[in-house]
Structure formats: C-alpha cells, structure tokens
C-alpha cells in the first residue's frame, strides 16, 4: 500500500507547519512538555515518565525518525506556521494489511482551545488519504476524554461506541473508536487546496 520511498515528511496547513520531528526539535520538544504535565498525565501515559532529560528526548526523537522510515508510526512535531514553536504533536500508526492509520494527539496546555489540533489532524487525514493511500482513519478515545473525541466528532467521523478494545499497539483498553472513509474524507474535504504536502527529497539523512 504506502510506497516507503515516497513518504510525505511534512505538511503546512492554514495555522500550521506539521513535519517529522528533527534532532534539534528536542529542547522545544522538551520545554512544551515539561509546562502541560498536568494537562498530559490524565490522558497520555507516557507524561507519567516525565520530565525526561534532553539527552532522552534526543534519543526519543532518533528512535522515532527510524520508525517514520519503516513507515509504521509516522511522528509529526506541530509547529506555528512560521515554525518557531513547538506547539504539540501528532502521530499516524498504520496497519497496512487492513489500510487503517490511527492517529495520536496531544497539544501543549497553553495553546489548546483555539483549533489547532483539530487542523492537525485534519492535516493527518490530507497525509494518509492523499500522501499513504490510505482507506480508513482511526482515532481512538477514552469515553471520558470529552476534549478528545470532540475532535474527530467535529470533522465527521463516524462512532463507534466504548468497549473493551485491542489497541493498534496491542494493549486492551476501554475506547470508543471514530472512523472515517476515504470517500468520506474526498465527499467532505476533496475541495480543501491549503493543505499542502511534502515529499523526502532524495538523499536526506534520517539521523
Ligand atoms: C485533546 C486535545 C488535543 C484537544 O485540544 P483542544 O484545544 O480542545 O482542541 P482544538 O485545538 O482543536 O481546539 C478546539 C476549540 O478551539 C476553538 N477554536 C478557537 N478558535 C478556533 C479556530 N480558529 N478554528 C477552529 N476552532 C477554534 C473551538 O471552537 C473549540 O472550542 P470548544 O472546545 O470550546 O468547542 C488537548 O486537550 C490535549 O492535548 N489533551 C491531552 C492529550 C490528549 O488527551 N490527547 C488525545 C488522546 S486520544
């Protein structure tokens, strides 16, 4: 399904430079962390094991540009459009063999409630419908995740209700799941030209 050599590395939507996350990403990385604990600890598990040092959030980001090369878990940093500020990530998980990409998403605390990771996803949605070939996008949520599921409620998806469910990563959970089709996807959003997609340009180094 998703040639590895072709993957889209980033993508400028109206608010926002979305792209794969570089090395020297991890002070601002970092910093956009350590000031949302508390904002992530309720929802993300991994904000437990944090603040982690620069040191670790380097070598976070080099595992996580190899696993963008295998084009499995694709790890977008969210930046201002003009790209100074981290301002929250988005991750696509794809499963190839169903077509599937699930999305992750977190922003930071100080700049949530003003659209952007509703933009980001949908940006997500432009990389796997139009950049992967992708057929289906996923996004689960924990029910009590009101802020969360707001969002793909709000970009249409459909819904499907909470149950005991295996994770793209294997691991059960109580979520809902919200779906979207590509047709859906090309019926609701096909005329959208600003969200512009970037391509690997040959000989780029990974790390
Ligand atoms: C989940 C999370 C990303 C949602 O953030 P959010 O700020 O609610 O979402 P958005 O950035 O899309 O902002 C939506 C709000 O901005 C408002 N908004 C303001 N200006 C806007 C604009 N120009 N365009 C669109 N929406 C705008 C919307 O009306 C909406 O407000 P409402 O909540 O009062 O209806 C955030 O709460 C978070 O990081 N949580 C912790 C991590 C987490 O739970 N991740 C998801 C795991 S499944």
């Not at 499995?72 to 169903?98: D, K, P, Q, W």
């Amino acid at each position: 399904m998703t040639d590895m050599n072709k993957l889209p590395i980033s993508i400028e939507t109206p608010r926002l430079l979305i792209r794969r996350w570089d090395l020297d990403d991890a002070a601002g990385l970092k910093e956009a962390i350590d000031t949302s604990l508390e904002h992530l600890r309720p929802w993300m598990p991994w904000a437990h094991h944090e603040p982690e040092s620069l040191d670790k959030k380097r070598e976070r980001i080099a595992r996580q540009r190899v696993e963008f090369l295998v084009g499995e878990s694709l790890h977008f940093g969210v930046f201002s459009s003009e790209g100074a500020r981290v301002l929250g990530s988005v991750s696509i998980r794809i499963t190839a063999a169903s077509g599937t990409a699930n999305f992750g998403y977190w922003l930071r605390a100080d700049e949530a409630r003003r659209g952007y990771a509703t933009e980001a996803v949908l940006g997500c949605m432009f990389v796997a419908f139009r950049g992967l070939d992708v057929l289906t996008a996923e996004i689960y949520c924990d029910p009590a995740n009101v802020r969360s599921a707001a969002i793909p409620a709000r970009l249409g998806y459909h819904r499907i209700p909470a149950a005991v469910r295996k994770t793209s990563d294997g691991r059960d959970r109580v979520s809902e799941v919200w779906q979207m089709a590509r047709d859906r996807f090309e019926e609701i959003y096909g005329m959208i030209e600003d969200y512009n997609l970037c391509y690997e340009p040959s000989g780029d180094t990974l790390i």
